[in-house]
T-cell receptor, first 111, second 113 residues
Framework: DQQVKQNSPSLSVQEGRISILNCDYT??????FLWYKKYPAEGPTFLIS?????DKNEDGRFTVFLNKSAKHLSLHIVPSQPGDSAVYFC??????????FGAGTTVTVRA | EPEVTQTPSHQVTQMGQEVILRCVPI?????FYWYRQILGQKVEFLVS????????KSEIFDDQFSVERPDGSNFTLKIRSTKLEDSAMYFC???????????FGSGTQLSVL
């Protein structure tokens, strides 16, 4: 199942700078997208979501952008903080209501 | 804040043995899920459960797997005869709406020897 792809396995960013995480999908029937954050030995934690009828959703330091024509979404974290160091998963929901997850991007925020 | 709890956090079993992984979803949620993550791989959907029955299941969820909500609070995943390849972190999740904003538990690390 390669419907959701996160092509960057890792990202390193300076504290205070912007983190940009990317996610591509192939299924045009996906109508809802989510980002999850996961710390070691913990379950994924919901971060932010966006419906396919929108192109942007913002929640504090986190903004998700959706480009439907490119089948691409991104998560921006501004400013990045040391506590943001985690694995970030992109997920998409189709008309079968199943969630498909990407492989994850490990973010490391350097002090 | 309410959370999904899973027990045990670690389970070691011999190949061929039955295991039951337990979960207590958030109390007012209606949809329940099991996912797993094999080491180094992506999080994979196993099954979703709504209104006391399976609503969706993946190809992974074969006859060796079953789910049950034996009472008003617990949600269990049973693997009848474990295989080596069942070794993974198993996550339970619940949500108030179908596949929106899932809340995950901390997972059960299953090791099949």
């Amino acid at each position: 199942d390669q419907q959701v792809k996160q092509n960057s396995p890792s990202l390193s960013v300076q504290e205070g700078r912007i983190s940009i995480l990317n996610c591509d999908y192939t299924n045009s029937m996906f109508d809802y997208f989510l980002w999850y954050k996961k710390y070691p030995a913990e379950g994924p934690t919901f971060l932010i979501s966006i419906s396919s009828i929108k192109d942007k959703n913002e929640d504090g330091r986190f903004t998700v952008f959706l480009n439907k024509s490119a089948k691409h979404l991104s998560l921006h974290i501004v400013p990045s903080q040391p506590g943001d160091s985690a694995v970030y998963f992109c997920a998409a929901r189709g008309n079968d209501y199943k969630l498909s997850f990407g492989a994850g991007t490990t973010v490391t925020v350097r002090a | 804040e309410p959370e999904v709890t899973q027990t045990p956090s670690h389970q070691v079993t011999q190949m061929g043995q039955e295991v039951i992984l337990r979960c207590v979803p958030i109390s007012n949620h209606l949809y329940f899920y099991w996912y797993r993550q094999i080491l180094g791989q992506k999080v994979e959907f196993l099954v979703s459960f709504y209104n006391n029955e399976i609503s969706e299941k993946s190809e992974i969820f074969d006859d060796q797997f079953s789910v049950e909500r034996p009472d008003g609070s617990n949600f269990t995943l049973k693997i009848r005869s474990t295989k080596l390849e069942d070794s993974a972190m198993y996550f339970c999740a619940s949500s108030p709406f179908n596949n929106e904003k899932l809340f995950f538990g901390s997972g059960t690390q299953l090791s099949v020897l």
